[in-house]
């Protein structure tokens, strides 16, 4: 069966390094991945699109790699802030079919 | 100016009740979808309509039945609530790309927190 896997345990870091949170998938073949973040007591926010065809994506301080072959996709976040601490999940989607799957999130906590 | 809104935001209710969520978008998106979010906090879809026709059915008993008055608004009823029931619901929509070049980058609500007592 399909299956997503994002670090369960948080990871936590100091301010100002870089955090690199791993989203994992077997059984798919995904034309495209999001990722998103949730704050507590709230939806989830777009982020980051990446295709199947394309190995990288940034923008600001975010960075996105997809490697269809790994089955892996790395969200980067640089120069990293408290205000950056949340919960962050990895989707990802098939052409055609408008729903998302979505992994368990992977919960960022960024020390001052 | 709030872009995905659920009412309510809370909702206590006892087993074999029926309760429902409403949702509606000023987004302008032509599909919405539910999904829920267990205590875990994996996020499964449950239903998608796209120009109020259903699209996406998952797994779902039949207790929860979905209802699109409109393209803005995407209702969600169930039926005989159970303890399983209790969980996060998220309204959520997207604009359709055309076919086979749509990413459906969601929106979502703020969430209906339901707990079944």
């Known amino acids: 069966s399909q299956k997503i896997e994002q670090n369960s345990e948080a990871l936590n870091i100091q301010e100002g390094k870089t955090a690199t949170l791993t989203c994992n998938y077997t059984?798919?073949?995904?034309?495209?991945l999001q990722w998103y973040r949730q704050d507590p007591g709230r939806g989830p926010v777009f982020l980051l699109l990446?295709?199947?065809?394309?190995k990288e994506k940034r923008k600001e301080r975010l960075k996105v790699t997809f490697d269809t072959t790994l089955k892996q996709s790395l969200f980067h976040i640089t120069a990293s802030q408290p205000a950056d601490s949340a919960t962050y999940l990895c989707?990802?989607?098939?052409?055609?079919?408008?729903?998302?799957?979505f992994g368990s999130g992977t919960r960022l906590q960024v020390q001052p | 100016d709030t872009a995905v809104s659920q009412t309510p935001k809370y909702l206590v209710t006892q087993m074999g009740n029926d309760k429902s969520i409403k949702c509606e978008q000023n987004?302008?998106?032509?599909?919405m979808y539910w999904y829920k979010q267990d205590s875990k906090k994996f996020l499964k879809i449950m239903f998608s309509?796209?120009?109020?026709?259903?699209?996406i059915n998952e797994t779902v008993p039949n207790r929860f039945s979905p209802k699109s008055p409109d393209k803005a608004h995407l209702n969600l009823h169930i039926n005989s609530l159970e303890l399983g029931d209790s969980a996060v619901y998220f309204c959520?929509?997207?604009?359709?790309?055309?076919?086979?070049?749509?990413?459906?980058?969601?929106?979502f609500g703020p969430g209906t927190r339901l707990t079944v007592t």
């Open positions: 987004l302008g998106h032509d599909t």
């Open positions: 309509y796209n120009n109020k026709e259903l699209i």
């Open positions: 959520a929509s997207s604009q359709a790309g055309l076919a086979g070049t749509g990413s459906y980058e969601q929106y």
């Open positions: 990446i295709r199947e065809n394309e």
């Open positions: 059984n798919y073949s995904p034309a495209y």
């Open positions: 989707a990802l989607g098939r052409t055609g079919r408008r729903a998302l799957t």
